[in-house]
């Protein structure tokens, strides 16, 4: 199924014919979980809970197994993640206050690995 292309913090873009682009499998995936872990908890109006609020921690003291269970718990309600598979999260905080998140994954529908770091 196709998605609008739409990447968390950019405008939309267009496609070769002019419309909106539009992706599918794991690039709506991978859009879809990024949203989602960007999306602050309340600021989705139809459904409250959603969102992992990643962009709320900013300037608090990372707390590494709190960020990475909130990732981990996130990622379990995507429909295109295998929810059978172990999701590995790594968080690392630098001394300048940026949190950098590694994420690795397995997509449901082709049951290849993926991959995506969030810097917050």
């Given at each position: 199924m196709n998605a609008?292309?739409?990447?968390?913090g950019?405008?939309?873009?267009?496609g070769?014919?002019g419309?909106?682009?539009?992706?599918?499998g794991?690039?709506?995936?991978?859009?879809?979980?990024?949203?989602?872990?960007?999306?602050?908890a309340?600021d989705?109006i139809?459904q409250m809970?959603?969102?992992?609020g990643l962009?709320s921690m900013?300037?608090d003291?990372?707390?590494?197994a709190m960020?990475?269970?909130?990732?981990?718990?996130?990622?379990?309600?995507?429909?295109g993640v295998?929810?059978?598979?172990?999701?590995d999260v790594t968080?690392v905080?630098d001394a300048?206050?940026?949190?950098?998140?590694s994420i690795?994954?397995?997509?449901a529908a082709?049951q290849?690995?993926q991959?995506?770091?969030i810097?917050f």
């Amino acid at each position: 199924m196709n998605a609008i292309a739409h990447v968390m913090g950019a405008d939309l873009t267009l496609g070769a014919a002019g419309g909106l682009a539009v992706v599918s499998g794991a690039e709506a995936v991978r859009q879809r979980l990024l949203r989602r872990l960007c999306t602050n908890a309340g600021d989705y109006i139809w459904q409250m809970d959603y969102g992992a609020g990643l962009p709320s921690m900013v300037g608090d003291p990372a707390v590494v197994a709190m960020i990475r269970g909130v990732v981990v718990a996130q990622m379990a309600l995507e429909a295109g993640v295998d929810r059978t598979r172990l999701v590995d999260v790594t968080v690392v905080p630098d001394a300048d206050g940026i949190v950098s998140c590694s994420i690795v994954y397995t997509d449901a529908a082709t049951q290849e690995e993926q991959g995506m770091d969030i810097a917050f």
